[in-house]
């Protein structure tokens, strides 16, 4: 049983192209996957946040993680996973949490520490990172269902890139660093133009 591994089956390279490929991989690896319990998570939680230390060591506004976890139950390393989300609070990363039937998800609700922050071992999270969306609380309503999920989001980059004094680039800092990119032809596609999936 691994709860770590590359969707697209590459560990090398995990990377998968855009949407289309986190799609593709996800159905090719339903035909090789044996989905079953228990639901660790904290190993994927360090995984995704080991591509953001990177970031988060270049002091500049280029990269935000976004972990999206789909779930049916609760995880069976809750606490664990209190950790690397603290752990994971001091970088550029945030997580989405979609919780699909009528499980109990009361945990889930306490990783999205909106109303008390994550504590592990004495140490406080430096910012809330999780949100957590009960799918059955917006079925049937495919509007809200978007708003619900990214509503923290914003705030949550922001509270990240104000709290390390890091600005956005400007448009022509943008502008010039596309340009430069654009002449050099044996560079591998960038993080902006693929999705890490685990």
């Known amino acids: 049983v691994s709860f770590e591994f590359a969707l697209n089956g590459n560990a090398e390279n995990p990377l998968c192209n855009g949407v289309s490929g986190v799609m593709d991989a996800y159905k090719s690896s339903l035909l090789t996957v044996s989905l079953s319990g228990p639901t660790n998570c904290a190993p994927m939680l360090r995984a995704v946040s080991k591509l953001a230390i990177g970031s ?12 999206l976890i789909l779930t049916d139950g609760q995880f069976s390393d809750i606490y664990d996973c209190i950790g690397a989300i603290v752990e ?10 979609i919780g699909v039937g009528n ?11 909106d ?4 504590q592990f071992n004495g140490r406080k999270a430096s910012r809330d990172i999780v949100q957590f969306v009960p ?15 990214l509503a923290e989001l914003p705030r949550q980059v922001e509270d990240y ?38």
């Open 56 to 67: 988060a060591q270049s002091r500049t506004a280029e990269h935000y993680y976004v972990l």
């Open 88 to 97: 994971a609070s001091d970088y550029p990363m945030s997580i989405i949490i």
């Open 103 to 113: 499980a109990n998800f009361e945990d889930m609700e306490r990783l999205d520490a």
């Open 115 to 118: 109303k008390k922050a994550l």
């Open 135 to 149: 799918f059955r609380k917006y079925q049937g309503n495919s509007c809200a269902l978007p708003g619900a999920v």
């Open 161 to 198: 890139y104000r709290k390390r004094r890091i600005t956005p680039m400007s448009q022509e800092q943008q502008y010039e660093k596309s340009e430069n990119s654009n002449y050099s032809d044996s560079s591998p596609a960038s993080d902006t133009e693929s999705d890490y999936s685990f």
